[in-house]
């Protein structure tokens, strides 16, 4: 069916034969019996009419009708499993609102960010401003983009996120902090998002608010008073408290339990 | 008959890059990204496009020779095979130009005997050098012996995952993962010095309190992986395993004491007082000499590995209902060798009945044998998750979820007799930690904790024009060892969706939360019964509003307002009955509140030759937290005052801008320009909440930070027959950066710093401090850079 809808679609039928949905329907047993009809109803019928009428896009269809009909192959394995109830689902997204179906679309940018974050910030507006925070993870230069971190097509954890938890995530690149130490400072074992934003931050490292308003939003100063500018102060130069208690994310050091060593 | 087309396609980047960074320390410039003048090899494709073949083959390399080259590789044979492959280098250039008195040598950073021995001299002289003189000669020492180097790393990541179709419903999949990290970064490494009364301490003397040393990098991380999957129409179920190990090559570093040639042995065990703590007992005490150290050794980060089992499945049922279930199970071990307590030979560990104290002739710390030679630690994880989804109705979806995560620390509980306070200056028995008859005790304490939520929400579709989602979350954490016992958190949260005819769209959200801490019985470490936000009583909403107007055929105008904000409500009460080991009074110190006002408007027009995207925002945080300060240093009274208190409250605002526009030129070229802006102030209200009593209860003031970024790139290209086209690229990035805190960096030297007096009178600057800092900091830069290049295409 694909040759008779090609006839009038050649530029179509070319670009989704060299597509990874048209080499899987040409040559994977699995889809021997797909064609154009898998996905436009009607495509047979307006194959022998001609009328425009008799064809529908899976757009024309609707968000609910196109989402299954791509549900019908990408719905048992577990990149996609979890579309249903997922965030982006419930939001009303239809597969092919990010998704081409004939052919890639996603252009590369040389050293600007990457298709799959611009694709991403299109909808997601506010974090634009993550791209040129002083601190963020390296999404502009391409070496990462959203998906790193992300299904967008949804998981079973909180955010999309592709691991058991915030931490076990963040120990996929940052395996040092894996640990266990025998100094443990729990929130960071419990969420590295305690401290941190990944998404960018104007603070230094990522840090949800500076040194040492950050650590005396739990720490009560005793020795170390947080006033600016003093002898003795948590304010004073360089990064403040993480100065001296550097080994913060834990020490195995027996002298450590200030997370000094 | 026509040839057949060549099915392989090529096309590469071809040219150089000139670069003009102006600035001190422009580091900043280059931190994942290599600006470098040189050769330009990039946007290199190789593919395989033929439709009547099932192979598959696509590579691509960006960057190629550069320091954040990458590559990828996707092969594969339809219904039978795929292969991903790619290789990522990313830099992360931290800071040039820092200065070190050392030399490193593996794990050992080292000054000239020499060098240390005139620095000792020059500071133990009598009388005292004054603080111009100790700056004159220090900066004269930096002169002759100092060396400057850069602070970077560089992450290589190289990861290939080959599925293979065995069957149409059965595939299996394998992975392996190869990363390093390399280089210098840097680390801090604080010693303690205690000053013998308030404002009598040798100001002029140089003693290094904070220290941020050079720390070498040499990190592995291997990880594999393998997978199975049945999947059919109705039903799926993979499982997994995953190794990974983590090795650092350098596991400690030892460092010199520039000011420090010989340890102080002999009067460090001087004047101490058997069962105090080693402290200094009285005015004739021993201060500052007491274990003063030549040399000092910290821990780098450990061994460890990783294992993981998982499994998930999903199965189909009638009424369009989907169930979902997965778990995993991991562990987590660590079982490096302890270091010594010090490796400093003036500190003496004691040989009373407690363990701690001494006289001069007693064991020294580094000498003692440690309660276990590694920790032995152990963490395992388990996850369980379980998700039902339904849509009995078109207009009607159902969801309901059940979620465990446990983190199970396995780690055993080690007792120590005490340890070198801040590695090497003396030792001491505990930090905050007290056995039930008041004695100070100290062990590590393994906590785990375990995360249970449940949640049920549903979807009601009115017709096409609006859609009304609702969500319940019921949230429960439990604690072996945190502030609290646990805490329970319910969440509502509400969407709406509504669309005015084809083109104007509108989404509104709201989400309302409130968490609840239960059983305040732990102290730990921290004396002052912190009253620790991340499981503290929380009050939280989240609202806001997507609208998105298409205003033409191809433009598109948004507005997004989102607002967050989290309080933190609540007093720590006193202890019932008062504890005279913990004897402060209830108090709401720590984090009050945080909050977020993002507005962004956004304009988008696609037209035949040219697409226009433009992004404008506005982001807003403040972040208040209540602090206050001691009064005494004594054990058993009450420590902190209600006079001495503070609010403060950090501001950051935020404004923003992108700009993307790309344009066909005519039949052959094309224009492509992208702008980001990002201004950034930081500022700081302080506010005493009392009258202080002591000078350094007061809460002065706290300079703004700032910072901006605009970063605009052009590029045109144009292209000259089927095979080749020039390029070019322009990038124009200037960067601004007003921080204090790394202002007053001076190498070796902490620079102009108030110091604290007797009464607020007597507040007055202090020329030099006792920080040993590598000024590892980065700081304004302009970057100009132009690419020229030749594009093929085969």
């Known amino acids: ?231 003795s102060s948590a304010w004073n130069s360089n990064r403040s408290c993480l100065n001296c208690h550097s080994q913060i994310h834990g020490s195995n050091h027996p002298s450590g339990p200030l997370f000094q060593r | ?102 030399t490193r040598s593996g794990g050992n950073l080292e000054i000239p005997d020499a060098v240390q021995g005139q620095i000792e001299s020059f500071f133990t002289a009598t009388p005292a050098p004054n603080t111009a003189q100790a700056r004159t000669f220090m900066n004269g020492i930096l002169a002759q012996n100092a060396h400057t180097i850069d602070l970077e790393t560089r992450r290589d990541t190289g990861k290939v995952k080959a599925d293979f179709d065995i069957t149409q419903h059965w595939s299996v999949a394998v992975a392996a993962k190869d990363e390093s990290k390399s280089g210098t970064g840097r680390i801090g490494s604080g010693t303690y010095i205690r000053r013998q009364t308030v404002n009598s301490f040798d100001r002029n003397r140089f003693e290094p309190r904070s220290n941020e040393l050079p720390m070498p ?281 509504l669309a005015f005819g084809e083109n104007f769209e509108a989404r509104l959200t709201y989400l309302d939360a409130s968490r609840d801490a239960d059983g305040i019985y732990h102290v730990g470490f921290e004396t002052s019964r912190l009253r620790a936000f991340d499981v503290w009583n929380r009050d939280r909403t989240r609202y806001g509003a997507e609208l998105t107007w298409m205003l033409a055929e191809g433009t598109t105008l948004g507005f997004v307002y989102q607002n967050w904000q989290d309080d933190f409500p609540g007093v720590l009460p006193e202890p019932t009955p008062p504890s005279t080991s913990n004897p402060y009074p209830s108090q709401a110190y720590g984090l009050n509140e945080t909050a977020n006002d993002s507005l962004a408007l956004s304009l988008s027009h696609g037209a035949e030759n040219w697409n226009l995207s433009l992004s404008v925002g506005l982001d807003s945080s403040k972040w208040t937290s209540e602090a206050t300060a001691k009064t005494t240093l004594t054990a058993d009274s009450p420590q902190f005052s209600p006079t001495n208190a503070w609010r403060r409250t950090q501001d950051d605002d935020v404004l923003w801008a992108g700009l993307a526009f790309d344009a066909k030129l005519g039949a052959k070229g094309k224009l492509d320009i992208q702008i980001d802006y990002n201004d950034y102030k930081g500022s700081y209200d302080t506010v005493n909440l009392g009258t202080p009593t002591i000078n350094d209860g007061v809460a002065y003031a706290v300079p703004d930070f700032s910072s901006s970024l605009l970063s605009g790139q052009i590029a045109y290209s144009w292209e000259l027959n089927e095979h080749f086209g020039f390029g070019a690229k322009y990038l124009y990035e200037p960067y601004k950066l007003d921080d204090w805190q790394w202002d007053l960096v001076e190498p070796y030297m902490q620079g102009i710093l108030k110091e604290t007096g007797g009464s607020p009178g007597a507040v007055r600057d202090a020329t030099a401090n006792r920080s040993l800092f590598l000024d590892s900091t980065y700081s304004d830069y302009t970057a100009n850079v132009f690419a020229l290049f030749v594009t093929i295409h085969y």
């Open chain 2, 217 to 497: 990098v040499d990190w592995k991380d291997r990880s594999y992986g393998l997978g199975t999957g049945f999947h059919h129409q109705g039903w799926f179920f993979n499982a997994g395993w995953q190794e990974s190990s983590f090795t650092n090559s350098i596991g400690s570093l030892t460092w010199d004491n520039p000011f420090e040639g010989l340890p102080g042995a002999t009067s460090s065990r001087t004047g101490l007082t058997p069962g105090s703590d080693q402290e200094p007992s009285g005015a004739t005490a021993n201060t500052n000499n007491r274990g003063r150290f030549a040399q000092a050794q910290l821990d780098l980060y450990p061994d460890n590995d990783y294992e993981r089992f998982n499994m998930t499945g999903g199965v189909n049922l009638p009424a369009r209902t989907r169930v979902n279930a997965s778990y995993s199970a991991a562990t987590m071990k660590q079982n490096d060798p302890f270091l010594a307590y010090t490796i400093n030979p003036a500190v003496i560990y004691g040989n009373g009945a407690d363990g701690i104290g001494g006289t001069p002739d007693d064991v020294l710390a580094k000498d003692v044998a440690l309660p276990r030679a590694s920790l032995d630690g152990e963490v395992q994880t388990t996850r369980l998750d379980l998700r039902v989804t339904s849509r009995p109705l078109d207009p009607l979806s159902l969801r309901g979820a059940y979620r465990v995560y446990e983190y199970d620390d396995k780690t055993p509980s080690i007792l120590f007799p005490g340890y070198a306070s801040a590695g090497d200056s003396y030792f001491r028995p505990g930090v905050g930690q007290r056995n039930a008859a008041g004695t100070r005790v100290l062990f590590n304490e393994p906590g785990g904790y375990k995360r249970t939520s449940w949640s049920v929400g549903g979807a009601w579709r009115f017709g096409d024009p609006a859609t009304l989602d609702v969500e319940y979350v019921n949230t429960g954490m439990d604690y072996d060892e945190r502030q609290v016992k646990s805490t329970s958190e319910e969440q509502l949260s509400a969407k709406l969706r």
């Open chain 2, 1 to 102: 008959a026509a040839a057949e087309p060549n099915p392989w396609r090529f096309s590469l980047d071809l040219g150089g890059i000139f670069a003009d960074i102006s600035g001190d320390r422009t580091s900043k410039a280059e931190e994942y990204r290599d600006l470098s003048d040189g050769a330009l090899l990039d946007n290199g494709v190789l593919d395989f496009e033929n439709a009547e073949s099932p192979w598959s083959f696509d590579m691509t390399a960006d960057n190629v020779g550069r320091r954040d080259q990458r590559a990828g590789l996707r092969w594969g044979l339809a219904g039978r095979f795929r292969v991903d492959a790619s290789w990522v280098q990313t830099p992360h250039f931290l800071s040039e130009g820092a200065t070190s008195l050392w």
């Open chain 1, 1 to 231: 069916e694909v040759p008779a809808c090609a006839e009038c679609h050649a530029d179509l039928a070319t670009a989704f034969a060299g597509s990874h949905h048209g080499k899987a329907f040409a040559h994977d047993d699995a889809y021997a019996a797909a064609s154009c009809e898998s996905c436009h109803n009607g495509a047979a019928k307006h194959a022998e009419t001609g009328e425009p009428g008799d064809v529908q896009t899976p757009r024309e269809a609707g968000t609910l009708a196109s989402n299954a009909v791509c549900s019908s192959c990408h719905n048992n394995n577990e990149q996609h499993a979890f579309w249903s109830g997922s965030a982006h689902e419930a939001s009303g997204l239809a597969c092919i609102d990010c998704h081409s179906v004939h052919s890639a679309q996603v252009e590369r940018r040389g050293i600007a960010m990457t298709g799959t974050t611009q694709l991403c910030l299109s909808c997601h507006t506010t974090m634009n401003v993550a791209m040129t925070q002083r601190s963020r993870h390296p999404l502009r230069e391409g070496q990462m983009d959203c998906a790193s971190c992300h299904n967008p097509h949804g998981g079973l954890s909180e955010k999309l996120i592709k691991a058991d938890s915030v931490n076990d995530l963040c120990y996929g690149c940052h395996q040092e902090k894996r640990g266990p130490f025998l100094w443990e400072h729990s929130p960071v074992r419990e969420d590295c998002q305690t401290c941190h934003d990944p998404h960018g931050s104007n603070n230094t490292d990522l840090l949800v608010a500076r040194a040492s308003q950050l650590c005396e939003s739990c720490h009560l100063q005793g020795r170390h008073q947080t006033v600016a500018g003093l002898d």
